[in-house]
């Protein structure tokens, strides 16, 4: 069956624009999770989701970040003023319940310039 | 504060032997643990889970891992390595409730000389 579909797979950006980042889940997953990883590091924890609701979003980093899930399924990661230090692997992953497995989508790599 | 910890960045075995690798975690509850597995060019694949009852759980690709709870470590091993078992992996703990996040590791590379 079809996986987590993250798009798109690459981004690259000038400082001070804005971004949208897609995540499609796994059909019936009602937990999604966003993350941004860079080279060498562990996924770092942005927000969860369980529906439609932010259940924490303890890990934005700032006002400038902000995701949606209007309809519990597909999920959009926003970013305004891009800056450099945002230049990361952004990911995405959903799983069936909240202690289900995740599973995670190959993540678009954003680059500001 | 909520945190886990991967305290070797590198990991050397040869193959055929076992291998080990590192995981503990800070905790103020239960935790669920988990160990993720990211081969290059390749988005990161679960490997086995422990939620609760018995310490030693078996997962994907002949791996395994032993939570002790006293010791608060969730290491990951395999009796025997393989080349490809050469990746970076990463451990993962999530506490007791439906509204927590994941929290991940900082990643160990495993690196399986032939």
């Known amino acids: 069956g079809a996986g987590v579909s993250q798009t798109p797979s690459n981004k690259v950006t000038e400082k001070g624009k804005y971004v949208e980042l897609r995540c499609d889940p796994i059909?019936?997953?009602?937990?999604l999770y966003w993350y941004r990883q860079s080279l060498g590091q562990g996924p770092e924890f942005l927000i969860y989701?369980?529906?439609?609701?932010?259940?924490?979003d303890s890990g934005l980093p700032n006002d400038r970040f902000f995701a949606v899930r209007p309809e519990g399924s597909v999920s959009t990661l926003k970013i305004q003023r891009t800056e450099r230090g945002d230049s990361a692997v952004y990911l995405c992953?959903?799983?069936?319940?909240?202690?289900?497995?995740?599973?995670f989508g190959n993540g678009t790599r954003l680059t500001v310039t | 504060a909520q945190s886990v910890a991967q305290p070797e960045d590198q990991v050397n075995v040869a193959e055929g032997n076992p291998l080990t690798v590192k995981c503990t975690y800070s905790v103020s509850g239960n935790p669920y643990l988990f160990w993720y597995v990211q081969y290059p060019n390749r988005g990161l694949q679960f490997l086995l889970k422990y939620i609760t009852g018995d310490n030693l759980v078996k997962g994907s690709y002949g791996f395994e891992a032993e939570f002790n709870k006293s010791q608060t470590s969730f290491h990951l091993k395999k009796p025997s390595a393989l080349v490809s078992d050469s990746a970076l992996y990463f451990c993962a703990v999530r506490w007791y409730s439906s509204a927590s996040k994941i929290i991940f590791g900082s990643g160990t590379r495993l690196s399986i000389r032939p």
């Open positions: 059909s019936g997953h009602t937990a």
């Open positions: 992953a959903s799983s069936l319940t909240y202690n289900s497995p995740l599973h």
């Open positions: 989701f369980q529906g439609t609701g932010a259940a924490d």
